[in-house]
């Protein structure tokens, strides 16, 4: 008898508890560590501890007697998550232009060519609907349409046209429509997003005026500020749902109680989740530092949620503003059970395409306006790379030869497909997660066995 090569061992920071998860049956428990340290020591020979009992360490899997029992456990969960994964939508990611109106500290799109700043002629858009019909028609669930940037919602007319056209488009397909908006000219669209049919409207804040402003300020040099509070205050009295979007880094992160502040004196936090939800996203390299960025202010994964941690310990109000998911922690304290193994953490190819202003094809958000990523064309006319597409499409922790006997592989999925490319020069390469860390960081802040 020994621990599976699924377990994943999470101590617990502060404290001498450890989380044992075994993420391929759902099961977690939390121990102490002279339990863990004699468990591991099943494998050289040692007895199990009066205190444990082996019945149950057996039937949540922590502990199997043989390399054949691990590759049942592993071939059942893969078969679970394989019939499941067809079940979840696709998202189309449209870039109507990669023009934006703001002028961001850490802008990755910055090295982009700048003639891609052209708005997307209408015979694209009709192109882009084309190729909606040719290959997503008879999709269930039903695929819906994200419009990304550069900036979409710009107060000009050529842009009211184009978004016109999206939502006209999409209503006629049975397709919803998110926006992944800047918020600086969101309420001159309210009319149109207002009529639908919008599945949600993210918009960023990375903190309160003078923080947010030195960050994210107006291409004129102008703070941004006001005009996105405005424009979040007016999607919520439209009911539109709302994503706010933090992006975290050294420079901001202990500004965050503040705007935690602001959003529960605007409201926003006693609208439910279907209506106001938060996300704190880590400021990363993606194929370069941004100019006017350094990489020292920059977290890795378990700074930002150490970071966090320690914040709201201190500020309470950071509690209601967001609940970190922590790899599957933030669903275990919510709902008593982990989520599914995943197997496959990019969608690119698979559940994700995204289409550029000029007429390419690409796997995902993050590649979309890379020349060494594009995958084909929707306009003039429907090409794609098959070779190239299907070196993405192969890309699970199944394929990835580095993800091979990881405990953390049907958690983190393998990563970003788009970072191992950059690093890697291959998307058959893992972006590796710190998912023991994260967990027992996650079982801290939700407090699990206090």
């Known amino acids: 008898m020994r621990l599976s090569r699924s377990t994943i ?26 339990e863990v340290n004699a468990l591991r020591a099943l494998e050289g020979g040692a007895g199990l501890p009066g205190a444990l009992q082996e019945a149950t360490l057996r039937e949540a899997a922590f502990v199997v007697d043989t390399d054949e029992e691990d590759r049942a456990l592993l071939e059942r969960a893969r078969a679970e ?15 109507p232009s990669f023009g934006c109106n703001l002028a961001c500290t850490y802008c990755y799109q910055e090295v982009f060519d700048p003639s891609a700043s052209a708005l997307m002629p209408p015979e694209v858009v009709e192109a882009f609907f084309a190729y909606v019909d040719a290959h997503h028609a008879g999709e269930t669930p039903r695929p819906y349409v994200t419009l990304f940037g550069g900036e979409p919602l710009r107060d000009t007319p050529a842009h009211h046209d184009r978004i016109g056209r999206f939502l006209r488009g999409a209503a006629a397909r049975g ?58 205050d007016a999607l919520v009295a439209a009911a539109i749902p709302v994503n706010l979007r933090v992006v975290a880094d050294r420079r901001n992160l202990a500004a965050l109680p503040e705007l935690a502040e602001l959003a529960a004196a605007k409201g926003w936090l006693d609208l ?9 996203g880590r400021n990363y390299e993606l194929f370069g530092c941004a100019s006017r960025q350094r990489r020292e202010d920059l977290f890795d994964r378990v700074e930002l949620w150490a970071g966090y941690l320690e914040l709201a310990e201190a500020h309470p109000i950071l509690r209601r503003f967001h609940a970190p998911r922590f790899h599957g922690i933030g669903h275990l304290a919510e709902t008593g059970e982990l989520p599914a193994p995943n197997f496959d953490a990019c969608p690119a190819t698979k559940k994700e395409w995204a289409f550029g202003p000029d007429g390419r094809l690409y796997g995902c958000t993050a590649t979309v306006g890379h020349p060494a990523h594009v ?12 070779e190239a597409v299907a070196a993405w499409r192969r890309r699970s922790t199944l394929t990835i030869a580095r993800c091979e006997g990881c405990s953390a592989a049907a958690v983190c999925g393998g990563g970003c497909g ?33």
């Open 175 to 232: 397709l919803e429509l998110a926006v992944v908006t800047n918020g600086h000219d969101l309420e001159a669209f309210l009319p149109a997003l207002a009529a639908g049919p919008v599945k949600e409207v993210q918009v960023t804040l990375d903190g309160p005026r003078s923080v947010h402003d030195a960050r994210r300020p107006h291409s004129s040099g102008r703070g941004s500020f006001d005009r996105i509070v405005a424009g979040v």
């Open 9 to 34: 061992v999470a101590p617990v920071p502060g404290g001498d508890q450890v989380l044992l998860v075994q993420p391929l049956t759902g099961q977690a428990a939390l121990l102490g560590a002279p």
């Open 272 to 280: 439910p989740a279907s209506r106001f939800r938060t996300q704190v």
């Open 81 to 95: 998550w394989a019939a499941e994964a067809v079940h979840s939508p696709t998202q189309l990611v449209v870039v």
């Open 418 to 450: 788009a970072i191992a490319w950059d690093r890697d020069g291959t998307p058959l390469a893992p972006d590796c997660r710190p998912v023991a860390e994260l967990y027992g960081l996650g079982a801290r802040y939700y407090g699990l066995g206090a």
């Open 375 to 386: 995958l084909g064309r929707f306009h003039p006319g429907i090409e794609r790379d098959d």
